[in-house]
């Protein structure tokens, strides 16, 4: 199976613009959950989506927002961009079974946001 | 809030020296996650454990996960050069299965 993708791998933005990032899951994976990463916030919890709706969410502003298609891909947009928005952000996919109470999530490569 | 602390934030070893990494919870986790991210890299999934006491191993790595499920350890055996990068514990945020809160992460140095 692929694993997780995501695009673009690297990006540079101006303060005040937007920003969208795609991730595509392993395949038949029907959840996907984005995660920020930075040197002094560490990895920190951004929404889940499963089945096109957002199942959990994390404690960013509105800024951070997001969805997901019904092929499952995902897509991440930050409005409005601040310095402090540089970042790696991750995706991973998981099953999303409401069975399967433990999940193993499968991180994707990243998308390096760098905003000057 | 949750929070999930892991010490040492960064530990530096001769090849073929033991390595722990302890994690701790400030609240009772259902389970706990290990991810080992490589310099440069994105984490990747090693193990998950869920019963109160459970100890697992993958061949040099031990995992436990303490009877309180508020604590978990990692340990590796006799590092080896491959074995640099971070660590990370992460448990379910509020009890949320994909909504995952991760430590603050060890960082590993491995001298050859």
């Known amino acids: 199976k692929a694993g997780v993708t995501q695009t673009p791998r690297y990006l540079i933005k101006t303060r005040g613009q937007q920003v969208t990032l795609s991730c595509s899951p392993i395949s038949g994976h029907r959840s996907v959950s984005w995660y920020q990463q930075t040197p002094g916030q560490g990895l920190q919890f951004l929404f889940e989506?499963?089945?096109?709706?957002?199942?959990n969410k994390g404690n960013f502003p509105g800024r951070f927002s997001g969805r997901q298609f019904s092929n499952s891909r995902s897509e991440m947009n930050v409005s409005t961009l601040e310095l402090g928005d540089s970042a790696l952000y991750l995706c991973?996919?998981?099953?999303?079974?409401?069975?399967?109470?433990?999940?193993?999530?499968?991180f994707g490569p990243g998308t390096r946001l760098l905003v000057l | 809030g949750q929070q999930v602390m892991q010490i040492p934030q960064y530990q530096h070893v001769q090849e073929g020296e033991d390595f722990t990494t302890y994690c701790n919870s400030s609240t009772t986790l259902s389970n706990i996650q290990w991810y080992k991210q490589r310099p440069g890299g994105h984490p990747v999934f090693l193990i998950q454990?869920?019963?109160?006491?459970e100890v697992k191993k993958q061949k040099r790595l031990t995992f436990q996960f303490g009877e309180a499920k508020k604590n978990s350890s990692l340990h590796i055996t006799a590092t080896q050069t491959t074995d640099v990068g971070t660590y990370f514990c992460a448990g379910p945020y509020g009890g949320a299965t994909n909504k995952l809160i991760f430590g603050t992460g060890t960082l590993l140095a491995v001298q050859p």
């Open positions: 991973a996919s998981s099953s999303g079974s409401w069975e399967v109470r433990q999940e193993t999530q499968y």
């Open positions: 989506y499963f089945s096109e709706t957002q199942r």
């Open positions: 454990l869920v019963k109160s006491g």
